[in-house]
């Protein structure tokens, strides 16, 4: 079964492992796609994935795993990738730029347009 | 991967809504990739790739729909919404599933869950060490392995019931050499589908010399004076060519949407009879190969053109459907995430009777592009433009200077009745290749081969 919260689930377990730096990504992607050759129809998608990324940072070096399933064991596994990958790799050196410009709000760019939710596939 | 009573329950919905044909694919991968730049190690990902593909067929509408959430309810409502878009039709019942064995003739001897990543990391390190060691002048070494598990279940209306399990290790080389004007890249990228022992196996000197060696050679040469003229082609990664500007056209995909030249010219001449072309799924260990295509059918070998005649097209179940060929178990797909279509898998041109020597002797002013690099290509019209990555002039039938900045223009139509001399060194490269239904793994090659005449770009 997957688990209710996942990434609070890897969270945990990068709190109970000792990991100084973790972060989660959850992303769920919807979509459908209608193909249309000669004036048919000719091809119809839909779908959902999800997926989860795990980053263990440790001195600079950045170890990544990921995982479609969200079971407790696949979590868990990938959980443990990471750790495992981040002390083979070469630090990272970065040098951020201070002050960086604010990031616009998203519901100001008008980059979605929330009536295609109520969409459906016949239409 | 999935309990069979749902898969019934997602098969039998879909019929039940209309679809005239039902299948279901189950994809459980992982993958891990480990790369080298700039003498650093500098990623290392893991990862695992699951969820279920759901294929409807109305005659020939494909409704597919897929989600990596395997519960039976997100599924039984992913296949009512995909047949709520298709036609009424008079619902079958779906057959009962014959689970039967996949033959896997291909070796693994080394399960790479068994090798500790140190070791990986050390390879890449010596690999970066012995390029380097080829000369100050190369400027970079990249290098980078990937590995795959994909495990894969397949089954349909018709009580189709197929699971596979196969094993992918590959290493990527370049190098970069710089001396004087402009850096001149050298790649080199084999791959089995196997599993560990490959790393071990591989003659790590011999790959590093291979990308070291072409960079340093072109990083000196000139240019060549483009314009139409006779042109030997190298083997091996030569192949992609044929694969991109007739390989791709003769898929089912083109074919049935009539965007191929190659289109109603089934049993007819085209190209001399010194030529053979064929797509084998069925070589031992070898990248394109595969036990089984993605539609469950055996993978095998197949004729495309015999002694100069178009004997077949590639084909999945719809692509063959509408064409009307036979299936030749060359539906592919890169993931659940994609329906299945035609694809290639191992595709070369057969060895001939001519040697290398004999070849470049027989052209007073020429092109020896004995590596190529990247192109594109039109798969509607076969047009293509590739870029020769490693070349040498011909003059007076002997090999003159290296010369850079080649590149090779054509229509693969018209370019295969010129293919005059074929070589007896027929070698085989791994590759990726993306159209459809994502990037898959296929083998192109072919032995060395004379083009009597062509475009040649150049200065």
Same mark, same amino acid.
């Given at each position: ?37 000669? =004036? ?21 070096? !950045? ?5 479609? /399933? ?54 | ?32 990739? #480990?790369?080298?730049?700039? /003498? ?24 597919? *729909? ?25 619902? =079958? ?100 589908? *196997? ?26 040469? *000139? ?32 074919? &049935? ?49 015999? &002694? ?18 036979? &299936?030749?178990?060359?539906?592919? /797909? ?14 070369? #041109? ?20 004995? +590596?190529?690099?990247? *192109? ?18 011909? &003059? ?12 090779? #223009?054509? +229509? ?7 293919? !005059? ?39």
């Amino acid at each position: 079964m997957p688990v209710a919260d996942p990434v609070a689930f890897v969270l945990a377990l990068a709190r109970e492992h000792r990991e100084p730096e973790a972060d989660v990504l959850l992303a769920r992607d919807q979509h459908l796609t209608v193909k249309v050759l000669n =004036g048919r129809v000719e091809n119809v998608e839909q779908a959902t994935a999800l997926g989860l990324g795990i980053r263990v940072v440790r001195e600079g070096r !950045s170890g990544v795993a990921f995982t479609e /399933r969200l079971e407790p064991e696949a979590l868990e596994r990938a959980f443990r990738a990471a750790q495992e990958n981040a002390p083979l790799l070469d630090p990272t050196e970065v040098v951020l730029a201070r002050d960086l410009p604010a990031v616009a709000d998203p519901e100001t760019l008008g980059l979605f347009n929330p009536e295609l939710e109520a969409l459906g596939v016949e239409e | 991967m999935l309990h069979e009573a749902t898969i019934h329950k997602v098969i039998e919905r879909g019929l039940a809504r209309g679809a005239d044909f039902a299948e279901v694919f189950v994809e459980d991968s992982d993958s891990a990739a #480990i790369d080298l730049l700039d /003498r650093k190690i500098d990623r290392i990902a893991s990862g695992n790739t699951f969820g279920v593909g759901v294929r409807l067929l109305f005659g020939d509408e494909v409704h597919y *729909g897929y989600s990596s959430d395997a519960a039976e309810e997100a599924l039984l409502e992913l296949t009512a919404n995909l047949a709520r878009s298709g036609r009424e039709r008079q619902a =079958g019942a779906p057959a009962p599933f014959r689970a039967e064995p996949v033959a896997d003739p291909h070796r693994v001897s080394i399960a790479p869950e068994g090798v500790a990543k140190t070791e990986r990391v050390e390879l890449l390190r010596e690999v970066d060490r012995l390029t380097r060691s080829h000369g100050e002048a190369i400027r970079q070494v990249g290098a980078g392995l990937a590995e795959k598990r994909r495990s894969i279940l397949i089954a349909n209306s018709e009580g189709l019931w197929r699971e596979q399990s196969q094993r992918y290790s590959r290493i990527r080389l370049s190098a970069i050499a710089e001396q004087g004007d402009g850096p001149q890249t050298g790649m080199e990228s084999p791959g089995v589908l *196997g599993g560990y022992e490959f790393f071990r196996e591989l003659d790590l000197k011999k790959l590093a010399a291979g990308a070291a060696e072409s960079a340093l050679r072109m990083a000196g040469a *000139g240019y060549i004076a483009g314009g139409v003229m006779p042109v030997v082609l190298g083997n091996g990664f030569g192949g992609v060519i044929f694969h991109e500007a007739c390989g791709h056209p003769l898929e089912t995909e083109a074919i &049935r949407k009539n965007a191929s030249p190659f289109v109603g010219k089934l049993g007819q001449p085209v190209a001399q009879p010194i030529l053979t072309a064929i797509d084998d799924g069925t070589l031992a260990n070898r990248w394109g190969s595969i036990p089984i295509d993605d539609e469950g059918e055996p993978g095998r070998r197949t004729v495309l053109i015999e &002694r100069g005649i178009l004997r077949s097209y590639l084909s999945d179940r719809l692509g063959a459907r509408q064409v009307g060929v036979p &299936r030749t178990g060359s539906a592919r /797909r890169e993931s659940y995430k994609f329906a299945p279509v035609s694809r290639m898998r191992n595709t070369y #041109i057969g060895p001939g009777p001519n040697t290398l020597e004999e070849m470049i002797a027989s052209i007073a002013l020429g092109l020896y592009a004995k +590596k190529m690099g990247g *192109g594109s290509v039109n798969p509607a019209t076969g047009e293509f433009n590739f870029a020769v990555q490693e070349g040498y002039a011909i &003059r007076g039938g002997k090999l003159a200077e290296p010369v850079r900045g080649a590149t090779l #223009i054509g +229509k693969g139509f018209e370019v295969l009745p010129r293919i !005059s001399m074929i070589g007896t060194d027929l070698e085989l490269a791994a590759g990726m290749c993306g159209a459809a239904s994502g990037w898959v793994p296929t083998t192109v090659g072919q032995p060395s081969l004379k083009i009597d005449s062509i475009l040649v770009g150049g200065r």
